[in-house]
């Protein structure tokens, strides 16, 4: 288990970019057969991937970070694949997992397996997970079952589609809310104009990003930005004072996922674009 340790918006301006990376980028994701998780003290969230080839991979708890007994312990998980078919097995019921599909895992589920159906084109499952204090039941859910927003336009080059899957009024969950973006050909940038909900953290996680593309992603305080340059298949963590956006050099995809006190999805503090430096 990675563990990083946040900083204040003071310490965020003189940080390096070397700093910058090794604070907030996740680029330890999606390693064949293993389970790589980072845990923050920004809202406790923990963030991790299983890619399943030769064996099945179990999440497991570990005691020195967490001092569970399994990872559910005293927490709920948001789970999307974003690789080939595979299963989630939570207690002995599977859930077949196609691409985009999503699975909640309720806390107090005691065993979770991940597996492929195939070892040519495996599953690459990506969860984020956050403390839950109530039980709910674990739910799965295919991207046809989200919620769709068309937000942007071409002109303005941010033409998207949100999908909102654990919310308030979908999966239910006791903090988590996640979802996954995907921007249309020709549009590079999302989350513009920027906001901060200074209520919940987020995590991005940018894929369908081409081998010879980049997303520049913007965070800091709204007159104090910083970047860092992002590539397929890693993510990024985001405190509640700073902004999350982000602009690449052709179209991608990327899944977000909040945690904190406000699971309302317009929570949000708007920032004006004159409002950046």
């Known amino acids: 288990m990675d563990v990083r340790c946040s900083t204040d918006p003071q310490g965020f301006q003189k940080m390096t970019t070397d700093e910058l990376r090794k604070a907030f980028l996740i680029d330890t994701l999606f390693a064949p057969d293993e389970v790589p998780m980072t845990y923050s003290d920004i809202d406790r969230s923990i963030t991790g991937s299983a890619v399943p080839i030769r064996t099945k991979l179990r999440l497991l708890a570990t005691k020195k970070e967490m001092a569970a007994e399994y990872f559910c ?26 691409v985009k599909d999503v699975l909640y895992i309720g806390r107090g589920a005691k065993e979770v397996i991940f597996a492929s159906d195939s070892s040519e084109t495996p599953a690459k499952f990506y969860f984020v997970s956050y403390p839950a204090h109530k039980e709910y039941p674990t739910t799965h859910a295919t991207l046809a079952d989200a919620e769709h927003a068309y937000l942007g336009s071409q002109k303005d080059a941010n033409k998207r589609t949100l999908n909102r899957m654990i919310h308030a009024k979908g999966i239910q969950s006791c903090q988590l809310v996640m979802g996954l973006t995907e921007l249309d050909e020709g549009s590079v940038w999302n989350t513009m104009p920027s906001h901060t909900h200074p209520r919940r953290s987020e995590v991005y996680m940018y894929f369908n990003v081409a081998p010879d593309a980049v997303v520049v992603h913007l965070m800091g305080q709204p007159a104090e930005t910083r970047h860092i340059i992002m590539r397929n298949g890693q993510a990024v963590l985001n405190p509640s004072w700073s902004i999350h956006s982000g602009g690449g050099t052709r179209n991608y995809s990327f899944i977000w996922a909040m945690g904190g006190e406000n699971q309302v999805f317009d929570d949000m503090d708007g920032v004006t674009m004159d409002g950046l430096k």
């Open 73 to 98: 312990e005293r927490r709920e998980a948001g789970v999307i694949n974003i690789g080939g078919k595979g299963t989630i097995t939570v207690d002995g019921k599977d859930f077949t997992m196609a």
